[in-house]
């Protein structure tokens, strides 16, 4: 017996538990009720009356010995697994900021103004950057070979100077045509996208930029209606106390024609740097929709008349933002852009 209890005692000791598994091994062979300790308690029966209290209590300590090593063992475990799972964390690493994006500048000024004419019933058409020259120019009244072509420093993707020739749209007019075509009157749609000119690059002009063009075509629709269309929107987008004034201009789809100005809304027309001391600022290009452009989407000019204008969406951005590059619009740099994130 003495040897026996020598013998286990020997195992315990030299038991290894490093793990979940090794700690359930050890438990198993020596603390259940058909353990190597409780085996030895019963053969405790066998042995005589005198030897029996020594041996038990022999076997009671080393039962406890057992029981210590593995609760030992076992809080051991739960310590290293939790700060195992503590450190998968560093605490000390700087975060990883996510930028969420925003809204771009140009955007936001594109979405005030289709809001206001939105509001007054027009809706939203759009077409493709990628357009014919017929649609830009030639349905449009410019003549072949006529110097207004001119006007407009195109980027021409082929030249074989026929109709088919395909070109980056160099304004939103080319969807009028399109509306026209698709629509019959009445029709009271706006335009906004991207447009293309192949212009020197610098702080005040790009090769890209954006238009928002509006059209009103119906029965005996007048000059006085442009105006008034105009000035709504002039007095919702730059105050109420703004002033307009109409300059007499030429564009061959339109007739007669006008540009548009505003007060300069930084001076509020005294005079200054961004209004080149004149106090007014041009906004946009307007007038009646030439018969010539009626017929040529099969619109009758004697029955149905129209105006139709086009604005600058970039520089009332600039403008509005205090942004003195307009390349910085496009340049999408994120420290540019996160300032607008509100
Ligand atoms: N398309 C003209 C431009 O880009 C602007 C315009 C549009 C003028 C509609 C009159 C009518 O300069």
Redesign the pocket.
């Known amino acids: 017996m003495k040897h026996s209890i020598e013998e286990l005692r020997r195992e315990i000791d030299t038991f290894t538990i490093r793990t979940a598994d090794e700690l359930e091994a050890f438990r198993l062979r020596f603390m259940v009720r058909k353990g190597s300790v409780a085996k030895l308690f019963n053969q405790l029966k066998d042995l005589s009356p005198a030897d029996r209290p020594g041996y038990g209590q022999l076997l009671n300590q080393l039962k406890q010995s057992a029981d210590r090593k593995y609760e030992d063992a076992e809080k051991q475990l739960e310590v290293l697994s939790s700060s195992a799972g503590k450190k998968r964390i560093d605490l000390t690493l700087p975060g990883r900021k996510q930028y969420p994006g925003s809204e771009h500048p140009v955007q936001k000024v594109l979405g005030d103004m289709k809001q206001i004419f939105r509001a007054m019933g027009f809706t939203i058409a759009t077409g493709p950057e990628l357009e014919l020259d017929s649609y830009n120019f030639d349905m ?1 009244n410019f003549p072949a070979n006529h110097p207004a072509r001119d ?2 420093d195109t980027f021409f993707i082929t030249r074989n100077e026929g109709e088919d020739d395909q070109l980056l749209r ?4 080319p969807v ?1 045509i399109r509306v026209m075509l698709d629509e019959k009157p009445p029709i009271r749609v706006i335009c906004p996208g991207k ?1 293309y000119r192949n212009e020197a690059i610098s702080a005040r002009s790009y090769c890209v930029f954006h ?1 928002l ?3 009103y075509i119906d029965k005996s629709v007048s000059f006085a209606d442009l105006k008034a269309t105009i000035y709504s929107f002039a007095k919702q987008m730059f105050g109420s106390d703004v002033q307009l004034r109409f300059r007499p ?1 030429f ?1 061959p ?2 007739e007669p ?1 006008a540009e548009v100005d505003v007060t300069c809304y930084l001076c509020g027309g005294k005079g200054c740097r961004v209004c080149k001391q004149s106090g007014w600022l041009e906004i ?4 009646m ?1 030439h018969p010539n452009v009626l017929k040529n989407c099969s619109i009758d000019p004697d029955e149905f008349s129209g ?5 600058g969406v970039d520089r009332t951005a600039l403008l509005r933002y205090k942004i003195d590059d307009i390349r910085l619009l496009f340049e999408n740099d994120v420290r540019m852009l996160e300032q607008f994130s509100q």
């Open positions: 449009l006007m407009q160099t304004h939103t007019s009028q447009v238009q063009e509006g059209l201009s564009f789809f339109t024609s946009l290009g307007c007038g929709v105006f139709a204008f086009g604005m």
